[in-house]
């Protein structure tokens, strides 16, 4: 028996429980992302801390998908675990997500293709209090309108057993993938910069062994480096600062950037 609803956990922590501040602050920090990039991603690699300091990065890649409403009707969505424990990928129980913004529902096929996988596990309590799903909702719900959703909270599992669940709902142009993941944690300024750097080289080179230090979604992050490899994507930097660029004092910063995957290289000069 499926639940209807989770509703928002972290509504007026990491973002304004307030419908109308909420859509009014989405709808800011993406007007102000000066120039969108050209490229039509198959795939973002999106930040997830309060949006005050977050929020600037991961707009710069969401505005990359004002063009996508009406063609993207499911986002596959996975972030790491911070609070609960789990082995594997899992799923929720529930029908639906809620965030001040409305309700986006659960994709019954999605969950359906990957339900035999042996990675995949079903557990609400992992669901329950987990940010690094909820907070890219509110920026999916701007850009894209209406979309069905298949959340994966990633724990213990290696990068191909996530691409393999990837390659199960890769779909065609009708399905975003979207993966969860800050990066560096609690470095001085000027460290940070230089790891975060390091880190979003191994990305653009499709490299799938960034570990925790570098990013706290290395697991869905490598899996999904893996899958763009099988499908022939390219990587795109698209935004790369820290806290201490946006909301935070520079001694100890926390690493944020936005990544698009897409089937076109680099524009050549």
Known sequence: MKHNLRPAAVAGMFY????ADLASDV?????????????RPKAIIAPHAGYAYSGPIAASVYAMLAGLCGTVRRVVLLGPTHRVAVAGLALPAWEAFATPLGSVPIDAQAVTAIADLPQVVVSDEVHALEHSLEVQLPFLQTVLGEFSLLPLAVGNASPAAVADV???VWGGDETLIVVSSDLSHYLPYALAQQADDRTA???????????????????PVNGLLLAARRHGLYAHLID????????????????????????EPDHVQ
């Open 16 to 19: 304004p429980a307030s419908a």
């Open 201 to 219: 080289q191994h990305i653009l080179a499709l490299d799938p062994h960034i570990d925790h230090q570098q990013a706290c979604g290395a697991t």
């Open 27 to 39: 709808s800011q920090l993406l007007a102000d992302v000066v120039q969108p990039s050209p490229w």
């Open 166 to 168: 990837l390659e199960r």
């Open 240 to 263: 790369l600062r820290n806290s201490g660029d946006t909301a935070g004092d520079r001694s100890r910063v926390v690493g944020y950037g936005a990544f698009a995957f897409a089937a």
